[in-house]
């Protein structure tokens, strides 16, 4: 793996060949990841992994003509190869008055700010395995527990560079450190599993392994015995861990692309208030240690704070430069990359702003509804917004959690569920959506 320097150093080189090849723009992004896991199921060492990728994408414009290409070979003549070829395919490519570099004159400018990505700390095999070892030990110490589908713990590093032939060229490096812990309780037919599991980019903002393998352990024996739902409306109340999903419908929605296609529920609602005014969902990609947290985006230009949903509207679509054009705006600096290919569109650390009442507030005057801990299925209609997923979770009954149900279905259209959200106030800051407890009145819910 290459440093953030020779990264971009490297990525610059290939701009170069591409240039001599023929081509009258181009940018190359870099991407390399190495990571190592150890998995310990029922007090045994079940797996080592160990994996190392590294891989150069080149884009290039032959006026409006472009193509991608990409390979893990950084070896000089497999980037000769590489440029020629990219040209080669951009000319008999068909032309695209949308293609092109971000605006010149909207680049960032290094230096770049240093959001603390990266931790010293580098866990050897052999703490990775303690590590592991106590997560599903304090799991299985939980009475109730029959079995274990294992604990990993894992560390990886990454980095990430893009140059371009106006004028950008910019790196940077990620650590990430990882704890999971999946369990089994009761036996046969009435066997039920569950998880615990947080990551972060320093090793010390983790959870102990105990307090992962004590979660995971509690969250399985309060899904024994699972009732079932009668079908009807009734009010659904969502865990946080699941809550950034229906934010994620949401920013999917938003997406600059989706809107020029005409392929989004969304469309023609720019200015019209879809939540209640006092709901506030905001952007942070400059947050310290954040999940997501980025310099600039895919395609070099700054990245900044905002807020995505103010007042109860949304404040505008999230925009490359292809679908801006295409739009007649700016792009956001939400431009995303993968090896080889034109940008996407991706958000860095996401939160929906906590509310005023506890979760207990929230549900007190819930007579029948549903907690909602798990969902399954991508049942989600991005045209018309029509939404139906599989779930599992916990009666409501009086205002108070009552038993476990599952096998049901909560369906909705995401339009009427934004305008009936209501947040709690448990918001926490470990993920990259991060959403307190919610609650949304009038969904549907198939059981028996």
Same mark, same amino acid.
């Given at each position: ?10 990525a610059g080189a290939l701009i170069e060949r591409a240039r001599r090849a023929g081509a009258d723009a181009a ?16 007090? @045994? ?47 008999? *490519?068909?032309e695209d008055p949308y293609a092109g570099l971000a605006p010149e004159d909207m680049l960032s400018q290094s ?27 304090? *799991? ?9 589908? #294992? ?71 309060? @899904?024994? @015995? ?172 009086? #205002? ?15 339009? @009427?569920?934004?305008?009936a959200l209501t947040p709690a106030s448990d918001l926490e800051w470990h993920r990259a959506i991060n959403v ?13």
């Open positions: 793996m290459l440093s953030p320097e020779a990264a971009q150093d490297r940018d190359a992004v870099y991407h390399a990841d190495s990571s190592e896991s150890i998995q310990i199921r029922l007090g @045994k060492l079940e797996d080592v992994e160990r994996s190392e990728s590294e891989h150069i994408g080149l884009r290039v414009f032959v006026g409006r003509r472009s193509a991608s290409i990409g390979t893990s070979d950084l070896s000089d003549n497999a980037l000769d190869e590489l440029a020629g070829r990219a040209v080669d395919m951009a000319r008999a *490519a068909p230096p770049f700010p240093d959001f603390d990505l990266v931790d010293q700390d580098e866990p050897s095999p052999q703490d990775l395995r303690e590590t592991a070892e106590q997560a599903e030990d304090a *799991a299985r110490a939980i009475a109730g527990v029959t079995n274990s589908e #294992g604990a990993t713990a894992g560390a990886g590093h990454g980095i990430f560079a893009l140059a371009t032939s106006h004028g950008f060229a910019g790196s940077y490096a990620t650590t990430s450190h990882s704890i999971s812990t999946t369990v089994v309780a009761g036996e046969g037919s009435g066997m039920q599993r569950d998880y615990a599991w947080r990551q972060a980019h320093h090793r010390g903002d983790l959870p102990s392994p105990g307090e992962i393998g004590q979660l995971a352990g509690e969250r399985t024996i309060a @899904k024994l @015995k699972p009732g079932r739902l009668k079908s009807g409306p009734m009010p659904v109340v969502i865990d946080p861990r699941i809550g950034g999903t229906v934010i994620g419908h949401l920013i999917n929605a938003m997406s600059g692309s989706s809107i020029a296609r005409r392929a989004s529920y969304l469309l023609d609602r720019l200015e019209e208030q879809l939540f209640d005014q006092a709901i506030l969902i905001a952007e942070d990609p400059h947050r310290q240690r954040g999940l997501r947290s980025r310099p600039f985006d895919g395609e070099g230009l700054a990245t900044s704070g905002r807020n995505l949903v103010e007042g109860g509207s949304i404040t505008g679509w999230l925009m490359e430069s292809a679908s801006a054009r295409q739009l007649g705006m700016q792009p956001t600096g939400h431009a995303s990359r993968g090896g080889a290919g034109a940008p996407g569109v991706s958000v860095s650390n996401v939160h929906l702003a906590a509310g005023n009442v506890t979760p207990d507030e929230l549900m007190a005057d819930i007579k029948e509804g549903v907690y909602v801990t798990e969902l399954f299925g991508m049942g989600v209609n991005g045209v018309t917004g029509d939404y139906s997923r599989g779930a599992s979770g916990f009666r409501i009954v009086d #205002g108070e959690r009552a038993g476990p149900v599952a096998e049901f279905t909560v369906a909705g259209n995401l339009l @009427k569920m934004f305008a307190p407890t919610i609650r949304i009145d009038g969904m549907t819910i198939a059981g028996d």
